[in-house]
């Protein structure tokens, strides 16, 4: 037995010193650590505050969404995830509680604690259902509290493209949602005057400070609850042609064109 745990902690030793020597493997491993987690919220949340307080913002089409959201119902408010950054930002154009749909992966959980002093509340899981059984369970959960917060009233924030891509293709899921909530579909799109397109699947905008912003929102898209397959489809396609001229409106407010 001595020997056995002489060797074990020989291997462990070992083991401690290639990681030592490598680092890449340490960042990772600090990368994925909690100190990291909570930094990287605190910049997030701060940066997001920086971007509001510094820019000049213009609101454009949220008639559309005080008319849809009358008389008590809920609204899904979508947008690209490429311009997912200043949406917190839109909670205090409403009284109304407001839900977002995140990753529940490491990612999801950094976001919801960077931005959860703006008031939004989280859906962690996918309204899209994965292969495996696991994760099934988890989109039929999102699905319900996304339902249950519209049928409240609330205002639920929704990716279409996300949380992996393709960028700008909607995904069924935010048809499903809408089909099985009875809520519209308000397509919505921030942009900046100044500010990188990262080189990602998103393209994700990092607003940049002392910007003049924009947000726009257009008219709502209901799916009928008896709406065929082929129904569904042309009122998917519907919707990502409206999200894409809604951004690229923003963007020629914005200058960005």
């Not at 919220?41 to 969404?65: D, K, M, P």
């Not at 008319?67 to 200043?86: K, N, P, S, T, Y």
């Not at 931005?115 to 999102?142: C, M, Q, Y």
């Not at 042609?241 to 020629?252: C, V």
Request: hydrophobic share 40%; aromatic share 8%.
């Amino acid at each position: 037995m001595r020997i056995l745990a002489v060797a074990a902690l020989r291997r462990n030793l070992l083991t401690l010193r290639r990681n030592s020597q490598n680092p890449i493997l340490m960042l990772k491993r600090l990368y994925r650590s909690t100190f990291a987690m909570r930094l990287a919220s605190l910049c997030i949340g701060a940066y997001i505050r920086l971007v509001q307080a510094t820019s000049r913002w213009t609101v454009e089409g949220f008639e559309h969404f005080d008319d849809a959201a009358g008389e008590g119902h809920g609204v899904i408010l979508a947008f690209w995830h490429g311009r997912l950054l200043m949406a917190p930002a839109v909670r205090g154009k409403t009284d109304r509680r407001v839900f977002m749909l995140i990753s529940a992966h490491r990612d999801g959980e950094i976001i919801a604690n960077g931005v959860k002093n703006f008031g939004v509340e989280f859906i962690r899981g996918s309204a899209t259902s994965k292969d495996k059984p696991g994760k099934e369970k988890r989109g039929a959960s999102a699905i319900a509290q996304m339902i249950a917060a519209l049928e409240n009233g609330g205002v639920v924030g929704f990716t279409p493209d996300g949380p992996t891509g393709p960028g700008e293709k909607v995904k069924p899921g935010v048809i499903r949602l809408a089909q099985l909530s009875g809520a519209p579909i308000i397509p919505a799109a921030y942009s900046t005057s100044r500010g990188a397109r990262l080189n990602t699947w998103d393209r994700f905008l990092l607003a940049a400070p002392f910007s003049k912003g924009y947000y726009l929102a257009g008219p709502p898209i209901s799916v009928p609850p008896n709406a065929d397959a082929n129904e569904k489809e042309m009122l998917r396609r519907k919707v990502e042609s409206a999200l894409s001229d809604i951004t690229e409106k923003a963007d020629q407010r914005a200058g960005r064109q």
